[in-house]
């Protein structure tokens, strides 16, 4: 099967081992996706020219979406192997722009990806 995050194609920024995407399955608007361009599957598999790409585009994509999207708060996340949530195996960080009201309680943030552990 053909890897859907080495096709940089719809990419919205890019650096030279990093790419930004729009997010296909966004939970909210502006939701992207910062992949390095070399297909691994692990954060952790990472090289440390590949870490400082990746947060600088992190950074960028931030400033964008800051200007496009004027969100009130981010969630930054990867998920690192299936049991952790990871559904796409080739290195991923998403950057989900957070609105005011967009959920009724949203303290403890990512903690919410086990539920009943989130407040606390």
Same mark, same amino acid.
């Given at each position: 099967?053909?890897?859907?995050?080495?096709?940089?194609?719809?990419?919205?920024?890019?650096?030279?081992?990093?790419?930004?995407?729009? !997010?296909?399955?966004?939970?909210?608007?502006?939701?992207?996706l910062v992949t390095t361009r070399?297909?691994?599957?692990?954060?952790?598999?990472?090289?440390?020219?590949?870490?400082?790409?990746?947060? #600088?585009?992190?950074?960028?994509?931030?400033?964008?979406? !800051?200007?496009?999207?004027?969100?009130?708060?981010?969630?930054? $996340?990867?998920?690192?192997?299936?049991?952790?949530? #990871?559904?796409?195996?080739?290195?991923?960080?998403?950057?989900?722009?957070?609105?005011?009201? !967009?959920?009724? !309680?949203?303290?403890?943030?990512?903690? $919410?990806?086990?539920?009943?552990? #989130?407040?606390?």
């Amino acid at each position: 099967m053909t890897c859907p995050f080495c096709d940089h194609s719809n990419s919205f920024l890019e650096s030279n081992l990093a790419v930004a995407r729009v !997010d296909n399955f966004p939970v909210s608007p502006g939701h992207a996706l910062v992949t390095t361009r070399r297909h691994i599957s692990s954060y952790f598999e990472t090289t440390p020219e590949e870490v400082k790409e990746l947060w #600088q585009l992190v950074d960028k994509v931030k400033r964008y979406l !800051d200007i496009k999207h004027r969100p009130t708060g981010y969630n930054v $996340g990867i998920n690192v192997g299936s049991d952790a949530g #990871q559904t796409v195996m080739h290195m991923h960080i998403h950057v989900i722009p957070r609105y005011k009201g !967009d959920m009724e !309680d949203p303290r403890g943030g990512v903690r $919410g990806v086990i539920p009943n552990r #989130q407040k606390y």
